[in-house]
């Protein structure tokens, strides 16, 4: 079975970095786009980062252009998140995402919190 586990959340203040990874199982990762979005609490799930399977593409949301990285490691079956001068607003659960035969499945998520 498709299997996503994020980890690498915290509470962290302004300024600030984490490192989110998500380890995946149950499909070949290296032949999947994988992404990473957000949710905060009253708002809608928001696509953060998106990175194609030789990660040859990847994407951003305006929001977080110049401060996070996606990469992906296909010999660890592992998709990252860099995120560098967090900001207040970066307070959300994030979650892996992969789409799989047109069914899309979510990691549990992993907190980020960012506050002085």
């Known amino acids: 079975q498709v299997q996503l586990v994020e980890s690498g959340g915290g509470l962290v203040q302004p300024g600030g970095s984490l490192r989110l990874s998500c380890a995946a199982s149950?499909?070949?990762?290296?032949?999947?786009?994988m992404r990473w979005y957000r949710q905060s609490p009253g708002n809608e799930r928001e696509l953060v980062a998106g990175?194609?399977?030789?990660?040859?593409?990847?994407i951003y949301v305006d929001s977080v252009k110049g401060r996070f990285t996606i990469s992906r490691d296909n010999a660890k079956n592992t998709v990252y998140l860099q995120m560098n001068s967090l900001k207040p607003e970066d307070t959300a659960v994030y979650y892996c995402?992969?789409?799989?035969?047109?069914?899309?499945?979510w990691g549990q998520g992993t907190q980020v919190t960012v506050s002085s």
């Open positions: 995402n992969v789409v799989f035969y047109r069914t899309p499945y």
């Open positions: 149950g499909f070949t990762f290296s032949s999947y786009n």
């Open positions: 990175i194609s399977s030789r990660s040859d593409s990847i």
